[in-house]
Structure formats: structure tokens, C-alpha cells
T-cell receptor, first 113, second 113 residues
Framework: DAGVIQSPRHEVTEMGQEVTLRCKPISGHNSLFWYRQTMMRGLELLIYFNNNVPIDDSGMPEDRFSAKMPNASFSTLKIQPSEPRDSAVYFC???????????FGPGTRLTVT | AQSVAQPEDQVNVAEGNPLTVKCTYSVSGNPYLFWYVQYPNRGLQFLLKYITGDNLVKGSYGFEAEFNKSQTSFHLKKPSALVSDSALYFCAVRDSGTYKYIFGTGTRLKVLA
């Protein structure tokens, strides 16, 4: 299995631009999570889906952030418009319901100038 | 409310010595407990988990963890540290009634040659 796949691995954009991060979970997993990691705030859960349905989006910072999961094999996290304070590493993770643990992707390093 | 605490920001240990990275938790219901490791510029990697059964859990790279229900702790241990164990370690808990994982703030382990 290829594991959780994220793209792009690095993204540099200017303030005000739209950014879309992509994630392909491990086949057969039915939960998907988006996290953000910064030095200041550590690892933050933004949103998670179960069976393609958003369950908890209380970690989404503001309306500029949105996430979708149109099918079991694909999810996006969109930031529109982006701001310099959004600069961080964004991780996608997937898991089974049974609680056997999450599997993380390699992350997308976002830099907003 | 569910929470995980890692009381030490950093742990230093000499190579060859035993290491312990501490974690305490607070959840309602039965906890599912996990340890993850993060190397620089990488995603989090699963080390081990406790769901039920034997309180001493063995995981990857020679690590083990001891579940202590009375002390609500799940400390990570290794009998003999290697320089290559130097990384950031995260403890996490999943309440058995939800899909959400709560992560600690992380402990940086530094193994000195």
C-alpha cells in the first residue's frame, strides 16, 4: 500500500491567493483527518470525516478554510483567501473506525508570502 | 473533557541508557492510547497502541509502553536508547465512543552520543 498521499508537498503562494491541498487516504480506511502543525501551536486538528461525512469541523480556524470529501478516496482542504499566518505544515491522516490508529501523510508545507 | 498531557517538552538521555517519555490522559470511557514519532520534515509515524489486554505494549524500533489505569498514564519506554531515536514523540488518545484523536503537545527526545 502506498500509504496516505498528499499533494503538493510544498506550496508557496502570495497572500490573497486560493490554495488547495489534496489527500488520498489509505484504501479501506473510513475516517480522514486534516491537521495543521506550527512551532507556536503544535499539532491542531482542523476537521475530520467519517464515511465521507464531516463530523467535527470545530478546529477550522475561520470561514476562509473549507474541506470536502467527495468520495472515499479523495479529500481537499481549501484556503481562500490565504494569509501569511496560514503558513504551516498541513497533514492528512486516515484510519479505520476500529481505533487501530491513524496513518499520516508526508504533509504539505505551505508558505504564504 | 478529553485531554492528553506530555509534561516534558524535552528529554535528554545518553546513548545506551534507558529512556522514558511521559504521558497522562483524561477521557470518558475506555481509552485507546497511541504513541507516534516524528522525524524532521516527515509526517507522524505510528509506534504502538493500547486498546485492551496486556498493560505492557510492545511496538516498533524496540519501544514499549505501559498502560496504568489507576494513574491514567501511558509512558513510552526503551531499555537502551540510540542516537537515531532522537525525534519528536507524540502521545494520543481516542475515546472509544468517538472517531477523534487527541494529541499531546509532543516531547522532543535527544539522545546524546
Amino acid at each position: 500500500d502506498a500509504g496516505v498521499i498528499q499533494s503538493p508537498r510544498h506550496e508557496v503562494t502570495e497572500m490573497g491567493q486560493e490554495v488547495t491541498l489534496r489527500c488520498k487516504p489509505i484504501s479501506g480506511h473510513n475516517s480522514l483527518f486534516w491537521y495543521r502543525q506550527t512551532m507556536m501551536r503544535g499539532l491542531e486538528l482542523l476537521i475530520y470525516f467519517n464515511n465521507n461525512v464531516p463530523i467535527d469541523d470545530s478546529g477550522m480556524p475561520e470561514d476562509r478554510f473549507s474541506a470536502k470529501m467527495p468520495n472515499a478516496s479523495f479529500s481537499t482542504l481549501k484556503i481562500q483567501p490565504s494569509e501569511p499566518r496560514d503558513s504551516a505544515v498541513y497533514f492528512c491522516a486516515s484510519s479505520w473506525d476500529s481505533g487501530r490508529g491513524q496513518y499520516f501523510g508526508p504533509g504539505t508545507r505551505l508558505t504564504v508570502t | 473533557a478529553q485531554s492528553v498531557a506530555q509534561p516534558e517538552d524535552q528529554v535528554n538521555v545518553a546513548e545506551g541508557n534507558p529512556l522514558t517519555v511521559k504521558c497522562t490522559y483524561s477521557v470518558s470511557g475506555n481509552p485507546y492510547l497511541f504513541w507516534y514519532v516524528q522525524y524532521p520534515n516527515r509526517g507522524l509515524q505510528f509506534l504502538l497502541k493500547y486498546i485492551t489486554g496486556d498493560n505492557l505494549v510492545k511496538g516498533s524500533y524496540g519501544f514499549e509502553a505501559e498502560f496504568n489505569k489507576s494513574q491514567t498514564s501511558f509512558h513510552l519506554k526503551k531499555p537502551s536508547a540510540l542516537v537515531s531515536d532522537s525525534a519528536l514523540y507524540f502521545c494520543a488518545v481516542r475515546d472509544s465512543g468517538t472517531y477523534k484523536y487527541i494529541f499531546g503537545t509532543g516531547t522532543r527526545l535527544k539522545v546524546l552520543a
